[in-house]
């Protein structure tokens, strides 16, 4: 299928900037202040005076050659100076409008808790941080809700004592024309480390990235070096953050390795997707799938299906609650308890011998009883 436009979309959400950001998040904001009133000064001047309009191209190149120069402006210099730039095709936007007699004369920008900036450039997003140009690395307090990639360009802003970056992200935009709907699919992505397709596609026959094998392998070194750590020790507690940066890697691998199947499922434009009824709350009360559960951000993995879904107008599905999909036979439809550590579903009825993944999803896929999310 071909992928031909693109669309930008705006994700916005807050970020938890260390102090030093906070300061220069505050700086940026006042110096766009004053450049957006130096532009709009100068031109009042001139309108007033019934001189030539100075565009902000002009003004930009005079900022810079001219007025930062200056050893008490050349503060203006500290911040970035996209966000400058754009600043100031802002107050010549407001120009333009009331030049075309849309808007009311400019007005100056007032000192105030809430402003806000433009940065374009190098920006990189990881589930819990956003890489913003002069920056550096943000924390994001809601973790992985933009998407890695294609992210354009974004705008800082300030609240109060709240901080947002909204990011404008390129994604693809698919034609209208109905293509034509293919079969449907069951998705078993429960507690387990993977996601299975009633395909016979899974993340686990995805990952055998070379990366993923050495952060493994990496990964049980380093455990095995903590292990020989004393408990409490500054060494000790060296070792547990190269661990925890480890894990963390590993589990940004993963997750970005499912959105790649998902998109890969609901680019072939299937009639519906099924995936089961997580009964999260009971999980979370077993200790030993809490955990992994975290790792996946289950919930946000599903919203973030849904509006996959919802975008190519495929019908998303959850099985009834108490479905059981990986107690069922998808052979002959027998049914028999399967303990968590259980791997190969081997039916004693008619002798089918499935992963036991595979095999929950074929049977979610056939699933008569479910809801309709999208
Ligand atoms: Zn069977």
Known sequence: MSVGKTALRAYKTEIDPNPEQIVLIHKTIGTC???????????KERYEESEKFLSGYD??????????KQEEFKWIKDVSSKAVKQSIMNA????????KKLTAFPKFKKRSDYGNFYLIGSIRVKRHLIQLP???KVKLKEKGYIPFENVKSCTVSREGDRYFVSVLVEEDKLPKTETKKTEGVGIDMGIKEFLYTSNGESVANFSKSEQLIKLTK?????QRKLSRREKGSANFRKQKVIIQRLHRKIRNIKMDLKRKLILKIVQRNPQFVTIEHLNIKGMQRNRRLSNSLQQIGIGYFIEW?????????????????????????SG???RKKMPLHVRLYDCDHCGMKKDRDLNASINLKKAKEYTVLT
């Open 218 to 222: 990496s990964l049980k070194r380093q």
């Open 332 to 334: 002959c439809g027998e």
């Open 134 to 136: 002069t920056l550096g």
């Open 59 to 68: 003004f930009s190149k005079w900022l810079n050659n001219v007025h930062s």
């Open 33 to 43: 202040r004053y450049v957006y009133n130096l532009f709009i000064q100068k031109n």
């Open 305 to 329: 299906l849904r509006m996959k879904c919802l975008e190519r107008e495929i019908e998303l599905r959850r099985a009834d609650r108490f479905y059981p999909s990986s107690q069922i036979c």
């Open 92 to 99: 010549d936007g407001a120009y333009k409008k009331f030049f």
